[in-house]
Nanobody, 116 residues
Framework: QVQLVESGGGLVQPGGTLRLSCAAAGSIFSRNAMGWYRQAPGKPREMVAVILRGGGTIYADSVKGRFTISTDNAKNTMYLQMNSLNAEDTAVYYC??????????WGQGTQVTVSS
């Protein structure tokens, strides 16, 4: 599996913005549908956003209209632009192919904390 490294998280106030990055060691984004996932404390990991090979996107209802997923294949990087953040968005965010492989390899993720 291609190594994926998430970054860009941090502490932000409610209503704020962040842009997460997912850097790949190889050219995975042009060959696979990819997703952003998150896991909040005490909750199961959930899909947040997906970008398909043709560029189509899928969003969880909770983030529709606020988050935007995109890729830069030349840079082997995927992004998640997050606007109008609220406390419910607090979680560790991960990237991985979509749908998930039977035994997905999870990176360290990047922590997003929304708090005043």
């Amino acid at each position: 599996q291609v190594q994926l490294v998430e970054s860009g998280g941090g502490l932000v106030q409610p209503g704020g913005t962040l842009r997460l990055s997912c850097a790949a060691a190889g050219s995975i984004f042009s060959r696979n549908a990819m997703g952003w996932y998150r896991q909040a404390p005490g909750k199961p990991r959930e899909m947040v956003a997906v970008i398909l090979r043709g560029g189509g996107t899928i969003y969880a209802d909770s983030v529709k209209g606020r988050f935007t997923i995109s890729t830069d294949n030349a840079k082997n990087t995927m992004y998640l632009q997050m606007n109008s953040l609220n406390a419910e968005d607090t979680a560790v965010y991960y990237c991985n192919p979509w749908p998930l492989m039977p035994r997905p390899n999870w990176g360290q993720g990047t922590q997003v904390t929304v708090s005043s």
